[in-house]
């Protein structure tokens, strides 16, 4: 695991100030039910949440919420990016369904933004916002208004922001506008992001890194005790 010897190689203590609890949140983007549900279960009790995405809910139905917050609260990663009455549908979906937070596009602007938020509100859930992606391809166009979507994120009362492990001045950039708001980040790990990142987000993002793993629990483990360390 050549990716994971250079993630936890560096050294990450120098700099730290723990400022809050961090979360180590696992990707489930596996496209069969059975496979999801068994990597659940033998990772519930190390990671703090699941997020899902549409490889599992496309593939295994929206009822996959429901069961896997059973063992741990489910992010409903749908990245909702539509007009408002269908944006608030989506959300209103996923939070029947048991999901605990839902992913919205920041670039789709304030009414959308708001709509999910009403939706949120009747079952005390989580809405987090994308800010910019990971890839690179988030930096062509999202990283130009980035910064103003956290800044309206914060404004309109939304709960966290999703912000990129793969650029770490553009995720303290991110860090000083958004105050106080939960920042999780993806794409630690296979997408080359580190576990520095900790020292400016509430929480990771891993998928691959772990179930592709060729021992997904011991590999967990290594994620959650860095965590733990950025914890205290
Ligand atoms: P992985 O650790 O395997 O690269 O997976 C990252 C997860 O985070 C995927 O579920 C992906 O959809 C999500 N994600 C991302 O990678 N970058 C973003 O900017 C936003 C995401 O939600």
Not at 19 to 47: H, Q
Not at 50 to 56: D, E, G, S, T
Not at 202 to 215: F, H, L
């Amino acid at each position: 695991m050549r990716v994971l010897k250079i993630v936890f190689g560096k050294s990450l203590f120098a700099t730290y100030r723990a400022e809050s609890v961090k979360e180590l949140i696992l990707a489930l983007d596996v496209e069969e039910r059975k496979i999801a549900v068994r990597i659940a279960e033998e990772l519930s009790d190390v990671i703090d949440r699941f997020k899902v995405n549409y490889p599992l809910i496309l593939s295994s139905g929206i009822r996959i919420i429901s069961e896997l917050s059973e063992m741990k609260p489910v992010i409903a990663d749908l990245k909702i990016a539509d007009v408002p009455h269908v944006s608030s549908k989506i959300a209103d979906l996923a939070f029947r369904n048991d999901a605990k937070a839902v992913v919205v596009h920041g670039f789709v602007g304030s009414d959308s933004l708001k709509s999910v938020m009403n939706v949120a509100r009747r079952f005390d859930g989580e809405v987090y916002v994308v800010t910019e992606l990971s890839s690179p391809g988030g930096e062509e166009f999202m990283s130009k208004v980035s910064l103003e979507i956290a800044k309206k994120a914060k404004e309109i009362g939304c709960h966290g922001l999703i912000a990129p492990a793969t650029r770490l001045e553009r995720l303290k950039e991110i860090r000083s506008v958004a105050g106080e708001m939960r920042i999780l980040c993806p794409g630690v790990g296979v997408q080359g992001g580190t576990l520095e990142v900790l020292r400016y987000a509430d929480g990771i993002i891993v998928g691959r890194s772990i179930y592709e793993a060729d021992n997904p629990r011991q590999e967990a483990k290594r994620f959650r005790e860095y965590v733990q360390t950025y914890s205290l």
